[in-house]
């Protein structure tokens, strides 16, 4: 069982021969969409007769006693990325308007926050103000603190990544290596647009036709820095790419279709038929 497409190239390349089942990786879309402000946007959720849900009182009677509420998540306006910045004491200082890219990942090689922290410096020389947030522990903590300028701070491990996600104008995640990174996608449920280095798994993980704004060569300082700056640069092309971004991940990667599509799998492997093999009895 591989969880991207590319993770199964990589196998049929390195010479394995076998069955196999592409599963994507999938998250709970519901975690990460936070709460909700107004009762219309893109979420639209029905409801049985007699019920009403969301966090307000209204909806909308269809007439046969169902009422339906359409709700927008308040992550994907300013107001949810300024309370989500005023929920953590590390970013409570932050202005609401200062440019704030978050990385999710353990602090290590393979996840490559020292190759963002490369192209952080002309980022920041551009946006004196803007501020990367590392968000997690491992054993490059000590080295990349080391390295790493003012405008970086650190979240250490966190119970709950969802509200730093929410928090963030922009997430990265600069792997060096990965099958289907996880991160990406919860960033994408909580509406916000990624930046990822073009490893196994990150392409098929975005909406389509988003590559050349949301992909950068592995290891290319100059390019994450470049694709940092422009969507930085421009909040009507963030909230188009992070509310695209959900409704793939909702339609994608929701870890409900994972879960079916996995005991599918497991079906599919029971049903078939073993040759019967009887040890003789030691007499």
């Not at 199964?8 to 990460?32: C, P, Y």
């Not at 947030?133 to 970086?152: E, H, K, M, Q, T």
């Not at 079906?267 to 030691?282: D, K, L």
Request: charged share 20%.
């Amino acid at each position: 069982m591989c969880v991207s497409e590319a993770e199964r190239l990589t196998g049929e390349r390195a010479g394995i021969r076998a069955s196999w089942s592409v599963v994507h990786n999938g998250v709970d879309t519901g975690r990460f969409a936070g709460v909700y402000d107004t009762p219309a946007g893109t979420d639209s959720i029905p409801t049985g007769p007699g019920t009403r849900t969301g966090s307000g009182p209204t909806g909308t009677d269809t007439g046969s006693g169902t009422t339906t509420l359409t709700r927008t998540p308040l992550t994907n306006t300013a107001a949810g990325r300024a309370a989500a910045r005023a929920s953590l004491p590390l970013l409570a200082t932050l202005e609401p308007t200062t440019p704030l890219v978050v990385c999710v990942g353990r602090l290590c090689r393979q996840k490559g926050q020292d190759i963002l922290l490369r192209a952080w410096r002309p980022v920041v020389r551009q946006m004196p103000q803007a501020r990367l947030v590392l968000v997690g522990d491992g054993p490059d903590a000590d080295v990349l603190r080391a390295i790493a300028p003012p405008s970086v701070l650190f979240a250490g491990a966190v119970a709950d990544t969802a509200p730093w996600y929410r928090a963030a104008d922009l997430v990265v995640l600069p792997s060096r290596w990965e099958g289907m990174a996880v991160a990406p996608l919860e960033a994408m449920a909580s509406g916000r647009p990624v930046v990822l280095s073009d490893v196994d798994g990150a392409r098929e993980s975005l909406p389509p036709g988003r590559e050349n704004l949301c992909l950068t060569p592995p290891e290319d300082p100059p390019a994450l820095a470049a694709a940092v700056s422009t969507l930085l640069r421009d909040g009507p092309l963030r909230e188009t790419i992070g509310r695209q971004g959900r409704q793939h991940v909702l339609s994608t990667y929701d870890v409900r279709q994972t879960a079916r599509a996995i005991a599918d799998v497991y079906r599919q492997v029971a049903a078939v038929p073993r040759p019967e093999h009887r040890e003789p009895i030691a007499q």
